[in-house]
């Protein structure tokens, strides 16, 4: 699935997070997305491997996030 900005997504925890926008890293040129929790507006950047990548989370392997809708 690709990204795109104003899509809605679920953290495997529950939160709902909302994609603000997509840029590189200065020093390293990685891909990173900004991104914001719709409970209380917190705001994060996280490379764009790790947004894809499985985590462990009671004793299973689950998505980080769950593509919720496009907004």
């Not at 490379?47 to 919720?68: A, M, N, Q, T, Y």
Request: charged share 30%; aromatic share 16%; glycine share 8%.
């Amino acid at each position: 699935m690709e990204l795109k900005v104003g899509q809605i997504w679920r953290h495997y925890k529950g939160k709902h997070y909302k994609m603000l926008v997509f840029c590189k890293h200065s020093e390293t040129g990685e891909e990173l997305v900004v991104y914001q929790r719709q409970e209380d507006g917190n705001t994060y950047a996280r490379p764009i491997d790790l947004f894809f990548k499985d985590v462990e989370w009671e004793g299973k392997i689950v998505p980080r996030f769950i593509f919720v809708r496009d907004n």
